[in-house]
């Protein structure tokens, strides 16, 4: 079967730096999106890795090895308004989204 | 007018009701999707259109009825609904075909409660 996991719950203090991470096990593989989904509202795009490696949007950064099957959200300087669940997402050999459950980051002042 | 918009943002509704959830992009994209969102759980792709065309049906239950009119619009009809039913139910948007990210735009949701 499919599986994506991800910690269910992560706390970190404001101004800190915090990593999520994603790992992966689909049926083919066509990319790997990152989005936050704030309480009560949409999921949005934060970040897309094809290719191994890093790829840096500011404060948010996402990291992609394919042979591990394995990714990690990084975010920087981080501030109250990051507290969101973050979602991990595979897009398998059918061009489907297979999703994580998602990771609720605390952040403490 | 934001990208995904649906309605109603939230509904209440007994296990002998009919209703429809509403979405609409106003992204000229191609595809448009249901997903069902339960706490603790990843997101359920329940049906995918495609250029108006159905072409995914992940074993819904018949009691979910989806509807797409045209390539901007996208109805979920329920009917005799559980209440393992309740949850936020989500509409997504993309333009596929291309090799480009395709990335998915959501709306709001609907927060669902069958009594």
């Given at each position: 079967g499919q599986n994506i996991d991800q910690p269910t719950e992560m706390t970190a203090t404001e101004g800190a730096i915090v990593q999520i991470n994603c790992t992966y096990q689909t049926s083919g593989f066509n990319g790997l999106f990152w989005y936050q989904q704030h309480a009560g509202e949409a999921p949005t795009f934060l970040s897309y890795n094809v290719l191994d490696g890093l790829e840096e949007k500011g404060r948010f950064s996402s990291f992609l090895s394919r042979s591990k099957g394995y990714s990690y959200l990084l975010l920087k300087e981080?501030?109250?308004?990051?507290?969101a669940s973050y979602l991990c997402a595979v897009r398998d050999s059918n061009y489907q989204l297979i999703w994580g459950a998602g990771t609720k980051l605390i952040i403490k002042p | 007018e934001t990208g995904v918009t649906q309605t109603p943002r939230h509904l209440v509704m007994g296990m002998t009701n009919k209703k429809s959830l509403k979405c609409e992009q106003h992204l000229g994209h191609n595809a448009m999707y249901w997903y069902k969102q339960s706490a603790k759980k990843p997101l359920e792709l329940m049906f995918v259109y495609n250029f108006k065309e159905q072409t995914e049906n992940n074993s819904v239950p018949s009691r979910f009825s989806p509807e797409c009119p045209n390539s901007s619009h996208l109805f979920l009809h329920l009917h005799t609904l559980q209440p393992e039913d309740s949850a936020l139910y989500l509409c997504a948007s993309s333009q596929d075909?291309?090799?480009?990210?395709?990335e998915q735009f959501f709306g709001p949701g609907t927060r669902l409660t069958v009594l």
């Open positions: 981080l501030q109250m308004k990051d507290s | 075909g291309g090799g480009a990210h395709n």
